[in-house]
Structures are given as structure tokens and as C-alpha cells.
């Protein structure tokens, strides 16, 4: 246990649905990341927020909408799917970095997403 | 091209033997991690190193930096199929901006 949970751990949807993924933490942190995870590739940074405000979006594709309604909570809100887009989705948090400086992550288990 | 690379991309050794996973930069390492992560699972924080030359350890996992090389080591003593996973390194710093990247892994399989 990372004191990070995701839902679900595993979705598969169709490429004309919307749904959400969840994550929290319990860790007292105050930054939370999204990240991509493909077969054969590294991992991808999608979003950061930090202090509940996006501070890194990384030319993600806009069916993809995150949302951090507080310091514990990020969501991301999927619509209008892909294939290309199943992969393991990672959550992370950690404390808030400043300036060059960073704090270790701690991630949750991630999502198993599927698009048909 | 990777902006951080990793040798070998995978490893099978047989239980009881050491080995050695090197993390390789493109750009200047203001710090560096190391995760495990099992196979679909979430990373686990193994260890930070932030100074050159700095070296940890965790029970029987040893990782070192060389920032003259940009370089980082992780070198397992006596391996153990619970040792087995993936591992990842991640850096951050000037170089790299606000953005945390990862390296690409190393697949590491511990026979019994």
C-alpha cells in the first residue's frame, strides 16, 4: 500500500463513451500526477497539478480532461476514446516541487484501460 | 532519442547472483530515482540520489550517482525472485524543466 487508490483498476469502454478515472491519496501531499503507460514505451507524463492547479499539461489530446477539485482528489475524464489509447493509467502524488527542485512520487496501482 | 536511457533492457540471472542495471542521461542530472514496478502495477519508490557520487542502499539494492557521467547504477547483491520486476529510473532538474521523465526500464527475471 503507497497510500495512493485508483478506480477503477480495470475499464473497458467503447470509443463513443465517457467515463472518469479516480484517484486519491492519503499521503498529505499536495501534487498529483497522471501518467500513460504503453507497451514498449517509457512512461509518459499526461498532467501535473500542483496546490490544486495545473501546472503541466504535455500536449495531451483534449479527449482527455483532468480535473483536481482538491489536494486529495484528481480525476480524469475520458470521451471519444481511441485504441490507441489503452494503456495502464497511472496516478502519482507527492509534495509540491518548487523551482529545479522535486520530491519523490508515490504512485497507485493504476487503471487498465481498453477502448474498443 | 531517449533522454534517459537504461542497459540492459532486460536481465535473467539465477537466484543467489549480483547484478547491475545502469540509468544513462542525455542532459545534466539534478537528481535522480529509482523505482520498482511489478508487472501492470503501480512504480514503488526505491530510493533518491541528488548528490554526485552519492550512493544508497535498501536491504540489498545499492544505486550510485555519477554526475560527471550522468550516469546511475543500481546493483543488486545475492538476487532473490522477490526481487523480480521492473525498474525504472526517473530524473528531474534544471535540464529536464518542471517535467519528471522516466527511462524506459529494465525487465529483471530472478530464477529460483
Known amino acids: 500500500e503507497t497510500g495512493v487508490t485508483q478506480t477503477p483498476r480495470h475499464l473497458v469502454m467503447g470509443m463513443t463513451n465517457k467515463k472518469s478515472l479516480k484517484c486519491e491519496q492519503h499521503?498529505?501531499?499536495?501534487?498529483m500526477y497522471w501518467y500513460k503507460q504503453s507497451a514498449k514505451k517509457p512512461l509518459e507524463l499526461m498532467f501535473v497539478?500542483?496546490?490544486?492547479?495545473?501546472?503541466e499539461n504535455n500536449s495531451v489530446p483534449s479527449r482527455f480532461s483532468p480535473e483536481c477539485p482538491n489536494s486529495s482528489h484528481l480525476f480524469l475524464h475520458l470521451h471519444t476514446l481511441q485504441p490507441e489509447d489503452s494503456a495502464l493509467y497511472l496516478c502519482?502524488?507527492?509534495?509540491?516541487?518548487?523551482?529545479?527542485?522535486?520530491?519523490?512520487?508515490?504512485f497507485g496501482p493504476g487503471t487498465r484501460l481498453t477502448v474498443t | 532519442s531517449q533522454e534517459l536511457e537504461q542497459s540492459p533492457q532486460s536481465l535473467i540471472v539465477q537466484e543467489g547472483k549480483n547484478l547491475t542495471i545502469n540509468c544513462t542521461s542525455s542532459?545534466?542530472?539534478?537528481?535522480l530515482y529509482w523505482y520498482k514496478q511489478k508487472y501492470g502495477e503501480g512504480l514503488i519508490f526505491l530510493m533518491m540520489?541528488?548528490?554526485?557520487?552519492e550512493e544508497k542502499s535498501h536491504e540489498k539494492i545499492t544505486a550510485k550517482l555519477d554526475e560527471k557521467k550522468q550516469q546511475s547504477s543500481l546493483h543488486i547483491t545475492a538476487s532473490q525472485p522477490s526481487h523480480a520486476g521492473i525498474y525504472l529510473c526517473?530524473?528531474?532538474?534544471?535540464?529536464?524543466?518542471?517535467?519528471?521523465?522516466f527511462g524506459p526500464g529494465t525487465r529483471l527475471s530472478v530464477l529460483p
Open positions: 502519482a502524488s507527492s509534495r509540491a516541487s518548487g523551482g529545479a527542485g522535486s520530491y519523490e512520487q508515490y
Open positions: 499521503l498529505g501531499h499536495n501534487a
Open positions: 497539478y500542483s496546490l490544486e492547479e495545473r501546472v
Open positions: 542532459k545534466t542530472l539534478y537528481g
Open positions: 540520489l541528488q548528490k554526485g557520487g
Open positions: 526517473g530524473a528531474y532538474g534544471v535540464n529536464y524543466g518542471q517535467n519528471f521523465v
